[in-house]
């Protein structure tokens, strides 16, 4: 007698429903504060860096990519993209020097400044200035006291650090070392920061170098869900790091401004 299709078809889901599911990787609380103070040391050891990058913006389904870009950061308070032609012109510019967010849009001479809320308007609410420069170093921004930090780490040398204050929750996943497990050497993989419940955005960080005695991630990958926003910052081999920044690296002389 031949079992009927409809059967075989039913039997095969409860089958499989059936079946040990692998028990989920247990997580052990442990003491965040060593963690929270290497973080904290390691953003105060990055003083500055040059770069050449090739940048990717996905937006909206829409994709660009900028294969020459120069990166300027000043520690964690300032910073300078500018994106070059195939002739080394300059095709944008966009400065962050403190105070003021400047910026020169492709096929235009004027300069327009706007405020820290030029950020929002550009990359979405959370991924401020002082959030951007900390990712392009590779860092997490400094954090702002009172705040709650609980780390949960597994087996495999893989933790959580989650950071709480007012409405808003970091999340920063980091690995620590087999041969040490110390803080200090621990590798921050990816972070993410929720604001009132959402999601302001989330970074992944990759192919971590070591220049001048501090780590850099070479692949930095930015997600805005509320943007639908991609950003790939890729940097290439010829990079400076922990070296003097002239201030006149922050100004983008024009003859008009717009504000």
């Not at 405020?115 to 991924?127: I, N």
Request: charged share 25%; net charge negative; aromatic share 6%.
């Amino acid at each position: 007698m031949k079992t009927p299709l409809f059967a075989v078809l039913l039997i095969i889901p409860l089958v499989f429903a059936c079946a040990p599911k692998k028990p989920d990787v247990p997580l052990t609380e442990v003491p965040a504060g060593p963690l929270v103070q290497a973080l904290d040391q390691r953003h105060r050891s990055f003083h500055g860096m040059k770069a050449i990058a090739s940048i990717v913006i996905q937006k909206w389904g829409k994709k660009r990519v900028l294969e020459n870009v120069g990166i300027v950061l000043d520690g964690q308070c300032r910073f300078r993209m500018e994106a070059y032609g195939p002739l080394g012109q300059t095709i944008t510019a966009f400065v962050w020097n403190g105070k003021t967010m400047l910026l020169r849009r492709p096929d235009s001479d004027r300069v327009e400044q706007q405020g820290e809320d030029g950020f929002a308007r550009l990359l979405g609410q959370g991924l401020n200035a002082r959030e951007f420069c900390a990712i392009l170093s590779g860092n997490i921004p400094e954090l702002a006291r009172p705040y709650r930090a609980v780390q949960l780490c597994g087996r495999d040398g893989g933790c959580v650090l989650e950071i709480s204050r007012d409405d808003s929750v970091r999340r920063v996943q980091v690995v620590y070392p087999a041969a040490t497990g110390l803080a200090p050497e621990a590798q921050i993989v990816s972070q993410e920061l929720h604001q009132s419940g959402d999601i302001s955005y989330r970074v992944r960080f990759d192919r971590t170098i070591s220049i001048a005695n501090y780590r850099l991630p070479t692949k930095i990958e930015i997600e805005v869900p509320e943007r639908h926003l991609q950003l790939t910052i890729e940097y290439d081999s010829d990079l400076e790091v922990d070296i003097p920044i002239q201030d006149e690296l922050f100004e983008i002389p024009n003859n008009e401004t717009a504000n």
